[in-house]
């Protein structure tokens, strides 16, 4: 007995789906954000039981998973601990290619945050580069409320 595929050479397809969507982001995160729009400061939070500062915040600590306590301000300066330069245009992001992505650990913080790198030779962006985040103008409570970290 034949099969109706026997004859037909199988193809893939490629193709993309946009899936827009969007979630309650929370007290933690709300707060972080919120921040950001209203006094342009970054705060984090403070594990009670290991003493991390955790910027972006974590009700958990992702450390030692005790709940985290104090609300902590932290600097909008800190130092590049890592990055990647990115080259291909994903069309989400408000730069285009080439430019870097850094983890930034702000003082006073334990942890880092992604954010983007502006203002900057691409050949000049190492760890350890020292930068300061630029805030947009118009703010909405989004984590694009900081356009980029420049060098200082
Ligand atoms: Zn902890």
Request: proline content about 6%; overall charge neutral.
């Amino acid at each position: 007995m034949s099969n109706v595929w026997d004859d037909v050479e199988p193809r893939v397809y490629e193709s993309r789906i946009k899936v827009p969507y969007t979630w309650q982001a929370g007290e933690t995160a709300s707060n972080f954000l919120l921040s950001l729009k209203n006094d342009k400061k970054f705060v984090g939070k403070k594990c009670d039981k290991c003493a991390k500062v955790l910027v972006p915040p974590r009700k958990s600590c992702p450390y030692c998973f005790a709940e985290t306590g104090d609300w902590q301000d932290v600097s909008d300066e800190g130092v590049v601990e890592t990055f990647t330069i990115v080259r291909r245009d994903t069309g989400i992001m408000p730069m285009k290619p080439p430019y870097a992505y850094a983890v930034i650990k702000l003082d006073g913080a334990d942890t880092g945050l992604v954010h983007l790198l502006g203002e900057v030779d691409l050949g000049e962006v190492r760890a350890g580069l020292r930068v300061k985040a630029v805030f947009d103008e118009e703010r909405t409570g989004k984590l694009l409320d900081v356009k980029y970290f420049k060098p200082v």
